[in-house]
């Protein structure tokens, strides 16, 4: 089954408030096999509703509308729809009692104002859909073509009337919906997204190549039954095998989480010496609950002098080498081991930018290192993007080198 979303609100288009009813909607619709090809947004304007739902009927038999049933003379999304389907709109007396006692009810001075009297107004023909959450229903209204569902847009009550309303309906009246999509995520860092474009499997999956800051999530989609559930199983697998160390896990899964799972089955403590991270290794590292299993603490030596008063690393090598280079990260990693009493750690210095960069040492340029012993491990790397996306990568590819070091 096919849906197209329309969501209405010239606050949407204006970017004061985010259309988080469209995920929401897009995921929920998804669970029972209904697939979005369409979001649109329109402003609060009866003929540019219109013609919305006019142009997505052509394409689909289900659309569903968001927003525009308030109480405010610019809610005009129930006149709209009643013109385009040739429909009369008309107020529900038993829903204009129902909201006059609730308003009374809620302790506020009766008269209720004319203006909530919109709200009891109905579509000729239309099933009206209960918002205990709100004062506004919900409409579910079928013809010779198909559907439209007219939906509030308050997140709480489109959500609640979506679960309890239009999902339901949906499936009784295409029960094939009802299969579903079936996703596996493998979530996967240190590898360009061009590296893994040309990943193929067999079988009738889809693959998405999902970028972010720390890495590519890689989406394997099928819809169906079992035989799409067990195809896109098999594909992940395969994709796994392929990809190998890449992967650090699945779904949802955090990746300082899985490197506080490494160290705390091989019964390792773990500590952090910053400096263009700013303690963002370590504040990714607590965020995670049960953390103090593992991890004990820190330096964040952003200055020289505290590199070398709470680190000891030598003046002589930071005017030599600077603090940005392969030998100074050894010398961190080193002494915040030693100071903290850790089995493990991990060093990072950087230059973040906008300014300090140099010909040798172009911002984005960050050094690494690991310890895990006696043995250290160093790597340069030169990040893309903003201040805030070189510290947020480095932060990444720190938790990255321990989870390695950890045989992760």
């Not at 289900?62 to 109480?71: D, R």
């Not at 790397?381 to 805030?388: K, S, T």
């Amino acid at each position: 089954m096919d849906v197209e979303l329309i969501a209405v609100g010239n606050e949407l288009l204006l970017g004061a408030t985010v259309n988080t009813n469209a995920a929401d909607l897009a995921r929920a619709l998804a669970t029972v096999g209904a697939r979005v090809t369409r979001i649109t947004t329109v402003r609060d304007q009866i003929a540019t509703i219109g013609e919305a739902l006019d142009q997505a009927r052509v394409r689909v038999a289900t659309v569903i509308l968001t927003g525009g049933l308030g109480p405010t003379p610019d809610d005009v999304t129930k006149q709209a729809v009643a013109e385009r389907l040739g429909r009369t709109l008309y107020t529900d007396q038993a829903y204009l009692a129902e909201l006059e006692a609730r308003w009374v009810a809620r302790g506020r001075a009766a008269p209720m104002p004319k203006a909530n009297h919109t709200q009891a107004e109905t579509i000729e023909g239309a099933d009206v859909l209960p918002n205990p959450r709100g004062t506004a229903p919900g409409l579910w209204i079928e013809d010779a073509h198909g559907v439209v569902v007219l939906l509030p847009g308050v997140p709480v009550e489109m959500r609640g009337l979506l679960a309890e309303e239009v999902l339901p309906r949906l499936v009784a009246r295409n029960p094939v919906a009802g299969v579903g999509m079936h996703v596996r995520t493998l979530r996967t860092t240190g590898i360009a997204e061009s590296a893994m474009a040309e990943l193929t499997v067999p079988g009738d999956v889809e693959l998405a190549w999902l970028p972010h800051e720390g890495g590519v999530d890689l989406r394997v989609l099928a819809w169906g039954g079992a035989e799409a559930e067990e195809a896109v199983e098999r594909a992940a697998e395969q994709l796994r095998a392929t990809l190998g160390a890449a992967v650090y896990g699945t779904e949802h899964v955090d990746l300082a989480a899985v490197v506080l799972d490494l160290f705390a089955a091989r019964g390792h403590t773990l500590a952090v010496a910053e400096s263009c991270t700013g303690g963002m290794v370590g504040a990714r590292l607590t965020a995670v609950p049960g953390s103090s299993k593992v991890f004990v603490g820190g330096v964040i030596a952003y200055a020289n002098a505290v590199k070398e008063s709470q680190l000891g690393v030598s003046p002589a090598l930071l005017d030599r080498e600077g603090a940005v280079s392969e030998l100074v990260v050894r010398a961190m990693v080193e002494g915040v081991a030693r100071r903290c009493g850790a089995d493990a750690a991990v060093a990072v210095s950087g230059i973040a930018g906008p300014d300090g960069g140099t010909p040798d040492k172009p911002v984005g340029t960050v050094w690494l290192a690991v310890r895990l012993g006696e043995t250290v491990t160093a790597r340069r790397v030169v990040l893309p993007g903003d201040r805030a996306a070189i510290r947020e990568r480095a932060v990444f590819a720190a938790l990255d080198m321990l989870r390695r070091l950890a045989g992760g």
